[in-house]
T-cell receptor
Framework: AQRVTQPEKLLSVFKGAPVELKCNYS??????LFWYVQYSRQRLQLLLRHISRESIKGFTADLNKGETSFHLKKPFAQEEDSAMYYCALSGSGGTSYGKLTFGQGTILTVHP | GAGVSQSPSNKVTEKGKDVELRCDPI?????LYWYRQRLGQGLEFLIYFQGNSAPDKSGLPSDRFSAERTGESVSTLTIQRTQQEDSAVYLC????????????FGQGTRLTVV
């Protein structure tokens, strides 16, 4: 079975401080990992995915297979980063290719 | 339209009534998904369509829930004899099929059963 755990339901930081949103997963295979973000009154949207190894809006995430983690990091948080963040996993192949398993989400609040 | 469209945006229904939720995916996206998000919880997978067939219905919580897709396009999620625990935001998503293809979400239908 595949599972995604986001241990922090709420995370508060001050503007300019570093932020790390934690995500751990369990999956018996090679997963694809994603971070999705939902800003207030907007739809859920893809922030970044591990296969792209990209930095979006200053956020990065590295897949650590040894620790089965995919933590999201940003060195200097901005107020506009305040949102709900979901870590998600997709198994590779099979009949449910692309089906996402989500963590519970972390609400990030960046204070001025 | 350019994105995944869902209707209605909000639906209030009486317990025991049937409801239909509609999803218009992005044109050309053969994969379509339904998820449910109950208050204070993460997103739960309900059903996956590849074209018009549903190879994975494992997330449907009971036989009161069903879904269909026609023309490899529009999908309808039907909940019969609604219960209060069905109250949630129902999200539809679509994607192309391929390694790393991103999934795009609709704005959701907020269902309230009173």
């Amino acid at each position: 079975a595949q599972r995604v755990t986001q241990p922090e339901k709420l995370l508060s930081v001050f503007k300019g401080a570093p932020v790390e949103l934690k995500c751990n997963y369990s999956y018996s295979g090679s997963p694809e990992l994603f971070w999705y973000v939902q800003y207030s009154r907007q739809r859920l949207q893809l922030l970044l995915r591990h296969i792209s190894r990209e930095s979006i809006k200053g956020f990065t995430a590295d897949l650590n297979k040894g620790e089965t983690s995919f933590h999201l990091k940003k060195p200097f948080a901005q107020e506009e980063d305040s949102a709900m963040y979901y870590c998600a996993l997709s198994g590779s192949g099979g009949t449910s290719y692309g089906k996402l398993t989500f963590g519970q989400g972390t609400i990030l609040t960046v204070h001025p | 339209g350019a994105g995944v469209s869902q209707s209605p945006s909000n639906k209030v229904t009486e317990k025991g009534k049937d409801v239909e939720l509609r999803c218009d995916p992005i044109s050309g996206h053969t994969a379509l998904y339904w998820y449910r998000q109950r208050l204070g919880q993460g997103l739960e997978f309900l059903i996956y369509f590849q074209g018009n067939s549903a190879p994975d219905k494992s997330g449907l919580p009971s036989d009161r829930f069903s879904a269909e897709r026609t023309g490899e396009s529009v999908s309808t999620l039907t909940i019969q004899r609604t219960q209060q625990e069905d109250s949630a935001v129902y999200l539809c998503a679509s994607s192309l099929v391929g390694l790393g293809s991103p999934t795009f979400f609709g704005q959701g239908t907020r269902l309230t059963v009173v």
